[in-house]
């Protein structure tokens, strides 16, 4: 039985979702402080469910939908064994952060809030002056006199080349059809004009540079007093800062209590650290003494000011704020074993040079970063096999896309087979279901790709930094609003079948966790590597694999 914090909530969790696999999709880790262990919590497909169900109920009450921000929710269990959900978001909601259902903020803020109340209200007085400096009339004014005296000399400019044009023209007919001190005569008057017209453009400069110069250095000055105002706003909100550091206490499963000041070891802390979903949702189990069990963290409402952030979407702990403070956090709670998933390694073709697998979707292609990514293809035929075997993946797919992957059984071969990826002589065909009706038959997407470091993994579409990638498609069938379509990727960019499926055509792969949206089935990538073509590193016959599509 599950107990709910709040009415709003009841039934929230069914027995049917309590019923499923549970597997895992993301690690909130870090390592704890004193003995540098690494500590980790999971966020598994139950707790995601419990999310996606609290976005049905947010979406049914509508009072979440405007301001954008992060919500998490966090399955616990209490002394007696019984299953509780926890829900919070982060920061303020309109100004509050005492919502009945919601962990209220972690205790501290009340401490600071007469300072805070006084420096916001200076940082606002200094923000004001700003604004009235960038915005003098004087401004306007120089911006005015400064367009004129360009026009004006433009003006003056043309003449000049057209007179100049004109005194050229004439130099050169008296140069051929005079001569003594004739022609010296006329080309000194001719040079006489040349310095009028020389002593003219310096006049207008000099008297419009006077016009201007008092407007400058009174915008000069107006810029120094912006400068220091901004230096004067830093340190206000930097002393804010460090009192809210030193008032904000979080409490682990440890027992311990620290501050922010005292548990962050950073002259700069940024601002908001503390005020995110999972240190609210661990603080508040840690004091009650709960036993987290997953948590989940999405983006509700409102996209992002960036565009990075799109809700209901899951994201992971941020890493400037969450990531630090993780460790302490969880320093307590004890190891969570990585649930064995069954995957099944189906080989459907070897010999002596290679192997095609049915990769299953959920299973990386090679091990990842970190203990709990290295369950992979590649580690498990490395577990299968003899150990001095060759076994390495010529490409890669996404963890959860399904299909076709070629692992090399020697060097030779690996670097054969790589170079005809590497220059486009392996052909692939993948197979995937769209969340919306495609109205082309067929064509090609030309969008090309960057990966943001402030928002990894996520590839977007970067016309100034990005890659190119090209993939050309054909609808299959549309049925139910969905639209089934092969893929034909002339480069392989990381998730280039994903973004360009969203911003080629308008709809995201079915399941899609990063680019897509809620769907009917939100647990897997509606995406298989179905087909794929190349030559043979012995003899270099066209060899080519079909795995049929098993959605």
Same mark, same amino acid.
């Given at each position: 039985?599950?107990n709910?914090?709040?009415?709003?909530?009841?039934?929230?969790?069914?027995?049917?979702l309590?019923?499923?696999?549970?597997?895992?999709?993301?690690?909130?880790?870090?390592?704890?402080?004193?003995?540098?262990?690494?500590?980790?919590?999971?966020?598994?497909?139950?707790?995601?469910?419990?999310?996606?169900?609290?976005?049905?109920?947010?979406?049914?009450?509508?009072?979440?939908?405007?301001?954008?921000?992060?919500?998490?929710?966090?399955?616990?269990?209490?002394?007696?064994?019984?299953?509780?959900?926890?829900?919070?978001?982060?920061?303020?909601?309109?100004g509050?952060?005492?919502?009945?259902?919601?962990? *209220?903020? /972690?205790?501290?803020?009340?401490?600071?809030a007469? $300072?805070? %109340?006084?420096?916001? @209200? #200076? !940082?606002e =007085?200094?923000?004001?002056?700003?604004?009235?400096?960038?915005?003098?009339?004087?401004r306007?004014?120089?911006?005015?006199?400064?367009?004129?005296?360009?026009?004006?000399?433009?003006?003056?400019?043309?003449?000049?080349?057209?007179?100049?044009k004109?005194?050229?023209?004439?130099?050169?007919?008296?140069?051929?059809?005079?001569g003594?001190?004739?022609?010296?005569?006329?080309?000194?008057?001719?040079?006489?004009?040349?310095r009028?017209?020389?002593?003219?453009?310096?006049?207008?400069?000099?008297?419009?540079?006077?016009?201007?110069?008092?407007?400058? *250095?009174q /915008?000069?000055?107006?810029?120094?007093?912006?400068? $220091?105002? %901004?230096?004067?706003? @830093? #340190? !206000?909100? =930097?002393?804010?800062?460090?009192?809210m550091?030193?008032?904000?206490?979080?409490t682990?499963?440890?027992?311990?209590?620290?501050?922010?000041?005292?548990?962050?070891?950073?002259?700069?802390?940024?601002?908001?650290?503390?005020?995110?979903?999972?240190?609210?949702?661990?603080?508040?189990?840690?004091?009650?003494?709960?036993?987290?069990?997953?948590?989940?963290?999405?983006?509700?409402?409102?996209?992002?000011?960036?565009?990075?952030?799109?809700?209901?979407?899951f994201?992971?702990?941020?890493?400037?704020?969450?990531?630090?403070i993780?460790?302490?956090?969880?320093?307590?709670?004890?190891?969570?074993?990585?649930?064995?998933?069954?995957y099944?390694?189906?080989?459907?073709?070897?010999?002596?040079?290679?192997?095609?697998?049915?990769?299953?979707?959920?299973?990386l292609?090679?091990?990842?970063?970190?203990?709990?990514?290295?369950?992979?293809?590649?580690?498990?035929?490395?577990?299968?096999?003899?150990?001095?075997?060759?076994?390495?993946?010529?490409?890669?797919?996404?963890?959860?896309?399904?299909?076709?992957?070629?692992?090399?059984?020697?060097?030779?071969?690996?670097?054969?087979?790589?170079?005809?990826?590497?220059?486009?002589?392996?052909?692939?065909?993948?197979?995937?279901?769209?969340?919306g009706?495609?109205?082309?038959?067929?064509?090609?997407?030309d969008?090309?790709?960057?990966?943001n470091?402030?928002?990894?993994?996520?590839?977007?579409?970067?016309?100034s930094?990005?890659?190119?990638?090209?993939t050309?498609?054909?609808?299959?069938?549309?049925?139910?609003?969905?639209?089934?379509?092969?893929?034909?990727?002339?480069?392989?960019?990381?998730?280039?079948?994903?973004v360009?499926?969203?911003?080629?055509?308008?709809?995201?792969?079915?399941?899609?966790?990063?680019?897509?949206?809620?769907?009917?089935?939100?647990?897997r990538?509606h995406?298989?590597?179905?087909?794929?073509?190349?030559?043979?590193?012995?003899?270099?016959?066209?060899?080519?694999?079909?795995?049929?599509?098993?959605?």
């Amino acid at each position: 039985m599950i107990n709910h914090f709040s009415d709003a909530l009841e039934n929230l969790v069914s027995a049917e979702l309590l019923d499923t696999e549970d597997k895992v999709t993301y690690w909130y880790e870090g390592y704890c402080p004193k003995t540098n262990q690494l500590l980790r919590l999971p966020r598994t497909l139950l707790v995601e469910k419990i999310a996606y169900q609290l976005m049905d109920y947010l979406q049914e009450i509508g009072t979440f939908q405007g301001e954008g921000k992060m919500y998490g929710v966090l399955l616990c269990q209490d002394s007696g064994g019984e299953l509780k959900i926890i829900k919070a978001f982060s920061g303020l909601w309109q100004g509050k952060d005492n919502l009945r259902g919601w962990v *209220k903020q /972690i205790p501290g803020r009340k401490k600071f809030a007469l $300072a805070e %109340k006084i420096t916001l @209200k #200076e !940082l606002e =007085r200094i923000k004001q002056e700003i604004i009235s400096l960038e915005t003098l009339i004087i401004r306007e004014e120089y911006d005015h006199l400064r367009k004129k005296y360009n026009h004006d000399y433009q003006i003056l400019r043309a003449v000049h080349q057209e007179r100049k044009k004109i005194r050229d023209k004439k130099r050169k007919s008296d140069q051929e059809t005079l001569g003594g001190i004739l022609l010296q005569e006329k080309l000194e008057k001719l040079a006489q004009e040349s310095r009028k017209d020389d002593w003219e453009r310096r006049s207008f400069k000099k008297e419009w540079q006077n016009r201007l110069s008092p407007f400058e *250095k009174q /915008i000069e000055c107006a810029n120094q007093t912006i400068q $220091a105002l %901004k230096k004067e706003r @830093k #340190e !206000l909100s =930097r002393q804010l800062q460090l009192q809210m550091q030193g008032a904000y206490s979080l409490t682990n499963f440890a027992g311990e209590t620290l501050s922010l000041s005292e548990l962050v070891n950073k002259s700069f802390i940024p601002t908001g650290t503390g005020d995110c979903c999972a240190p609210k949702l661990l603080h508040y189990a840690a004091v009650n003494h709960l036993k987290p069990i997953a948590l989940a963290e999405f983006w509700w409402g409102s996209t992002s000011a960036n565009g990075e952030r799109i809700s209901g979407n899951f994201y992971p702990a941020c890493v400037e704020r969450c990531q630090p403070i993780m460790g302490f956090l969880l320093s307590g709670l004890g190891d969570h074993k990585i649930k064995k998933n069954n995957y099944e390694i189906d080989i459907i073709y070897e010999d002596n040079c290679f192997l095609v697998i049915n990769k299953p979707s959920g299973l990386l292609s090679v091990p990842g970063r970190g203990g709990d990514n290295f369950d992979s293809v590649e580690s498990r035929l490395n577990v299968m096999r003899k150990k001095d075997d060759f076994v390495k993946a010529v490409h890669r797919l996404d963890q959860d896309t399904s299909g076709i992957l070629v692992i090399a059984k020697n060097a030779d071969i690996h670097r054969n087979l790589s170079s005809q990826f590497a220059h486009r002589r392996v052909k692939k065909v993948y197979e995937a279901l769209l969340a919306g009706v495609v109205t082309i038959d067929e064509g090609e997407i030309d969008l090309p790709l960057w990966a943001n470091p402030d928002n990894r993994p996520c590839q977007e579409v970067n016309y100034s930094l990005g890659k190119g990638a090209l993939t050309r498609f054909r609808v299959m069938g549309c049925d139910n609003f969905e639209t089934r379509v092969e893929f034909f990727p002339v480069t392989g960019r990381t998730h280039q079948l994903r973004v360009h499926s969203l911003m080629g055509l308008g709809f995201p792969i079915k399941g899609d966790r990063l680019y897509g949206f809620m769907g009917d089935n939100r647990y897997r990538l509606h995406l298989h590597a179905r087909e794929i073509s190349f030559d043979h590193p012995h003899g270099g016959e066209r060899v080519s694999f079909t795995i049929p599509c098993p959605f």
